[in-house]
């Protein structure tokens, strides 16, 4: 089936959602910062909410620096109802290497999977009673080191992207 425009299902696969990101109209430093700031979201367990953490992000610091929203709001998929496990155990387990923690990795996985038959309140008090502060923890390492490698990483792929302008024919606006 062919697309019926460039930007449908964006957000299916990886590769979509990099072109989606490096299409966006901002400058690189604006686009790599709010995608810095996306994977940091995404890379903590607030799987559900992290949309609005980013547009709340972006209404408390608008005073102080700008960042792309849509590049954060984009990268908070990189955490998703498939990704939430796997995460949720690697944040766990490297909480544990700096805090005691109640449950091995093996036994988190087990009666984290046992919370999801559950209604939706389950997984959450198990994760804030029971493995909260060395979760917490491993996220923050986890999402620091992910963001801080985002930036760099995104703003290099900007600045090796066509200029729009070159493409399409026109001339670019003067410099101020």
Do not use: C
């Amino acid at each position: 089936m062919v697309e019926s425009t460039p930007d449908a299902r964006w957000w299916a696969t990886p590769r979509r959602l990099i072109r989606r990101l490096l299409s966006l109209d901002d400058t690189p430093h604006a686009i790599a910062l709010g995608t810095a700031i996306g994977m940091f979201i995404g890379l903590t367990p607030t799987v559900g909410i992290q949309m609005i953490i980013v547009l709340l992000f972006a209404v408390a610091t608008r005073r102080l620096f700008h960042f792309n929203r849509a590049a954060g709001l984009i990268t908070v998929y990189v955490s998703n109802p498939i990704t939430m496990l796997p995460m949720y155990a690697g944040f766990y387990i490297t909480g544990r290497l700096f805090v005691a923690a109640p449950l091995t990795s093996i036994d988190f996985q087990q009666r984290f999977e046992a919370t999801l038959e559950g209604d939706w309140t389950e997984p959450l008090r198990f994760l804030f009673t029971e493995v909260g502060w060395p979760m917490l923890l491993g996220s923050l390492l986890i999402a620091s080191v992910g963001s801080a490698i985002t930036y760099p990483v995104v703003r290099y792929l900007l600045k090796r992207r066509p200029s729009p302008h070159l493409t399409s024919g026109t001339t670019p606006p003067p410099v101020a």
